[in-house]
């Protein structure tokens, strides 16, 4: 994060509610927050794991926290595939 947008976000957090402009903030019916559920963090395991060359490339040249799109992109499989094993 640069020093600009670091700066940016202590002044966005600094300002008191009332200075908020939430005009452009669409409208969330209360039922929308009935539904929601906290997302408590996966616990992630330590694993050595041979994979491609190539698909390990892939993922780094996307940059930093590579790990975790690897993670993102296995767990999508496992969401999917739950869904049709039901």
Do not use: C
């Not at 452009?24 to 060359?53: C, N």
């Not at 975790?68 to 499989?77: E, H, P, T």
């Amino acid at each position: 994060m640069s020093a600009e947008q670091k700066a940016r976000l202590d002044a966005v957090a600094s300002m008191p509610d009332e200075q908020i402009d939430y005009s452009d903030a669409p409208y969330l019916p209360d039922a929308v927050w009935m539904k929601a559920a906290e997302q408590l963090p996966h616990t992630k395991k330590q694993i050595t794991l041979r994979i491609d060359a190539e698909v390990l490339e892939f993922f780094k040249h996307t940059g930093k926290r590579y790990q975790s799109r690897m993670n993102a992109v296995l767990r999508s499989y496992v969401e999917a595939h739950k869904a049709h094993a039901k």
